[in-house]
């Protein structure tokens, strides 16, 4: 019978001169029993993902008609690209693809409604359009407050208004000027137009020349009263209109004159017409 050998008791190893087994770590066993558990379920779940990727998926609704049903989903912006046969048309009414096909479109059938007849409104014609007030004006004197220029057989005078032919010899068309668009002249109930002759204002038939343009144009020019006007000539700078005698006539300025800065000072104002 062998003789059995005893085993070095652990809890003096220094004395007995024994030393532990280093060449198995504690807990190896377990770790390589989870590892291959691990391994093994990796392996099958890559199986059945590459198992369900051969199998052929089920056509939805959606997969039909991608471009038709995205455009009917709301709040899904469409790209569509544009088919070949919407073209821009160059001028001249040729398309820029001769080879284009048309395309064909279902005709769009009204639905028919059914409404009460009326009869037609009787047909009303308003009356024409009056030319503004403000156009037409009157000059009245500044030292003669109730003396306006009045046309009385041709020659253009101061007067007192009494009656209603003496509103409308002294109304007059105030228009942009013959000669100098920032100038003004005046025109007549009669269509006639003021212009000095002679030095002397009257009412004349318009020739068309230069020389009538020129002597019917007046330049407004102020002379510091609010809404008091001189008005100079065209073709004579350094001649205004003033009344002397009670008629209206062309006169050279006189600087410091207070009777002719008194004569030649009228106010525009609306027409008395």
Known sequence: MPESTSRRPQNQPWENNWTSDTSRVPGTRRLWLAGALALATIVACVTAISVMRTQPDEKSPLSQSPAADEASIPGLISFATPSASATTTPPGGKSALPSAQPTR????????????????APHTTSPAPKPPSTTWRSLRSVNYPDHYWRVSHGQVTLEAITSSSDRRDATFKLVQGLAAPSCHSFVTADGSYLRHRDFELRADRHDGSRLFQQDATFCPRSTGHSGVIMLESVNYP????????????????????RNFSADSAFRLVDGLS
């Open 105 to 120: 479109t279902t005709p769009h059938r009204p639905t028919p409604t059914v409404t009460a007849s009326k009869s037609p």
């Open 238 to 257: 350094g001649r205004f209109l003033r009344h002397q005698n009670f008629r209206l006539r062309l006169d050279e300025y006189r600087h410091g004159d």
